[in-house]
């Protein structure tokens, strides 16, 4: 069992920042791929990043350039590092966890949002 806490969500104005971090507990963090997701009213879950066991990062290509992705696994937490934050990044953002056994786990989810 893998349990996961977001934090850092919040109301920001269009072209600021936001950090998000993620807390994990439960099983060897290290080992597994991080990923935050994203879903806006009425829409899909949609992946933002992911960040694999051995530090390789891949990013939806609405926040390329935008988001950075990372983790420390000496704190069990991964962060989503978002700049330039446009209205349309307005969601609430959701830690994932996803084992090499297969099994996932998400997070409560936090909200940002962007206003114009």
């Known amino acids: 069992q893998v349990q996961l806490v977001e934090s850092g969500g919040g109301l920001v104005q269009a072209g600021g920042s936001l950090r998000l971090s993620c807390a994990a507990s439960?099983?060897?963090?290290?080992?597994?791929?991080m990923g935050w997701y994203r879903q806006a009213p009425g829409k899909q879950r949609e992946l933002v990043a992911l960040?694999?066991?051995?530090?390789?990062?891949n990013y939806a290509d609405s926040v390329k350039g935008r988001f950075t992705i990372s983790r420390d696994n000496a704190k069990n937490t991964v962060y989503l590092q978002m700049n330039s934050l446009k209205p349309e990044d307005t969601s609430v953002y959701y830690c994932n966890s996803h084992t090499p056994y297969g099994y996932n786990y998400w997070g409560q989810g936090t909200q940002v949002t962007v206003s114009s």
């Open positions: 960040i694999t066991s051995a530090g390789r990062t």
């Open positions: 439960g099983s060897i963090f290290s080992i597994n791929t």
